[in-house]
């Protein structure tokens, strides 16, 4: 069974700050890897998908790795801005399928 | 295209009556997904069809929670009769071959 962790639970920086949002999980026969944002009150926005034979994506001032044979994934952050400010989700499907399980996420609030 | 439309947006009832979601996934997309968020619990998968076909079911809480996707482009979430411990955010998501595309949610409160 699929099991997704994230650490830290919450992270307070100040802008400018580079930062690094970690993911693991325990079953490593994975398709993909997707991390997601969200804010309050809303629904869930794609960021970063990492196909498995991938080992990192970038978009922007994110950039997403992937070690899927120690079942960990890293969000870094480059030059953090408050709007950054919102929970990070990673999500990684079941063995074989496209069935996705979720981390519990990291709130991260950047302070102006 | 407008991504995935859910509705409604927030919904109130009373415990015991009968509450139908719905979502309208992105056109072309080939799986659908139904999740269910709480702060206790984080987000849930409740059901995933691939292709009209229900998958995996299995996270379904009981009985009283049904889904149904008649074609392509809608799926319903259906909860009869409704609980205060339903009350949660909803989710529909939609993918093609991997990336997953969420709606808005609909916030149910069951009182």
């Known amino acids: 069974k699929q099991e997704v962790t994230q650490i830290p639970a919450a992270l307070s920086v100040p802008e400018g700050e580079n930062l690094v949002l970690n993911c693991s999980f325990t079953d490593s026969a994975i398709y993909n890897l997707q991390w997601f944002r969200q804010d309050p009150g809303k629904g869930l926005t794609s960021l970063l998908l990492?196909?498995?034979?991938?080992r990192e994506q970038t978009s922007g001032r994110l950039n997403a790795s992937l070690d899927k044979s120690s079942g960990r994934s890293t969000l870094y952050i480059a030059a953090s801005q408050p709007g950054d400010s919102a929970t990070y989700l990673c999500?990684?499907?079941?063995?074989?399928?496209?069935?996705?399980?979720f981390g519990t996420g990291t709130r991260l609030k950047v302070l102006a | 295209d407008a991504g995935v439309i859910q509705s409604p947006r927030h919904e109130v009832t009373e415990m015991g009556q009968e509450v139908t979601l719905r979502c309208k996934p992105i056109?072309?997309?080939?799986?659908l997904f139904w999740y269910r968020q709480t702060m206790m619990r984080g987000l849930e998968l409740l059901i995933y069809f691939n292709n009209n076909v229900p998958i995996d079911d299995s996270g379904m809480p009981e009985d009283r929670f049904s889904a149904k996707m008649p074609n392509a482009s809608f799926s319903t979430l259906k909860i009869q009769p409704s609980e205060p411990r339903d009350s949660a955010v909803y989710f529909c998501a939609s993918s093609l071959e991997g990336r997953a595309f969420f709606g808005q949610g609909t916030r149910l409160t069951v009182v």
């Open positions: 999500a990684v499907p079941t063995s074989g399928t496209y069935k996705y399980i």
């Open positions: 056109s072309g997309h080939n799986s």
């Open positions: 990492i196909q498995s034979s991938q």
